[in-house]
């Protein structure tokens, strides 16, 4: 059975770090590309970080050079590190697999591929 939990968001004020875990079950975490996505109340949803099955990583604009995103394969757990963070960072961020895919095309995955999700806010 497919199962992605989130985990690590909270409150934090501008400027300091969080770091967000996806434990992955029923498949393992380097087999589809992975993604972290996030959407703010009245505001699209957006796909922050992604890393494919071969290990390459990419970032939205407005996250690059703060957030990083990795993987454990032993724990299969995914995450994503925040750090500098920003007012304009405060979302309900959510892991998904990318299957079937293995590179990060801009795609949105369908269910049971998503996690619950975690909220972080960031105070300025």
């Known amino acids: 059975q497919v199962r992605l939990v989130e985990s690590g968001g909270g409150l934090v004020q501008s400027g300091e770090s969080l770091r967000l875990s996806c434990a992955v079950s029923?498949?393992?975490?380097?087999?589809?590309?992975m993604g972290w996505f996030r959407q703010a109340p009245g505001h699209e949803r957006e796909r922050v970080s992604c890393?494919?099955?071969?290990?390459?990583?990419d970032y939205a604009d407005s996250v690059k050079g703060r957030f990083t995103i990795s993987r454990d394969n032993a724990k299969n757990t995914l995450y994503l590190q925040m750090d500098s963070l920003k007012p304009e960072d405060t979302a309900e961020y959510f892991c998904?697999?990318?299957?079937?895919?293995?590179?990060?095309?801009?795609?949105?995955?369908?269910?049971?591929?998503w996690g619950q999700g975690t909220q972080v806010s960031v105070s300025s």
């Open positions: 029923g498949f393992t975490v380097d087999y589809y590309a």
């Open positions: 998904a697999a990318h299957y079937p895919l293995a590179n990060c095309a801009v795609y949105v995955p369908s269910q049971p591929w």
């Open positions: 890393i494919s099955s071969h290990g390459i990583a």
